[in-house]
């Protein structure tokens, strides 16, 4: 089984998401911007990923920077709390394997994860190459 923490807005959770499939298998995807976060979920994840909450703190494209939590004086405990009411504050994609659990940029860091690789060239929705790492 394999749970993937997707946002279909970006280009990598999607490219990820393609990745996952082209092995022939169908993830459990969780769109964490609709469900949200619970406090356990997210240090059982970051716990599993050897992430924290500031290394798995979304900078670019986020809030995170207007809220005070790029500040290097801000705790872990802040940024988890804001990262709870603010899901987007939360880097993703975060897949979830029984190889393991990891922050999966870019992309191709997710083949690591799968229970084999893709099989043959994959493209993402543009036509780029994605798999193998170009």
């Known amino acids: ?4 923490h997707h946002n279909p807005d970006c280009g990598t959770s999607r490219n990820v ?15 964490y911007l609709q469900t949200g976060w619970s406090r356990a979920q997210l240090l059982g994840l970051f716990a ?12 670019s494209k986020s809030p995170a920077e207007e809220l005070g939590l790029t500040d290097p004086a801000t ?12 899901p987007v504050l939360v880097n993703r994609p975060i897949v979830c394997t029984p190889k393991g659990v990891a922050l999966c940029r870019p992309s191709h860091t997710v083949v690591d994860l799968l229970p084999t690789p893709p099989d043959g060239p994959v493209l993402d929705e543009t036509g780029t190459q994605i798999w193998p790492a170009p």
Do not use: K, Q
């Open 48 to 59: 599993a990923a050897d992430l924290t909450p500031r290394t798995a703190l979304r900078t």
């Open 1 to 4: 089984m394999i749970v993937m």
């Open 17 to 31: 998401l393609t990745l996952i499939r082209a092995t022939g298998v169908e993830p459990e995807v969780i769109e």
């Open 75 to 86: 705790s872990d405990a802040a940024i988890l709390d804001a990262m709870l009411a603010h």
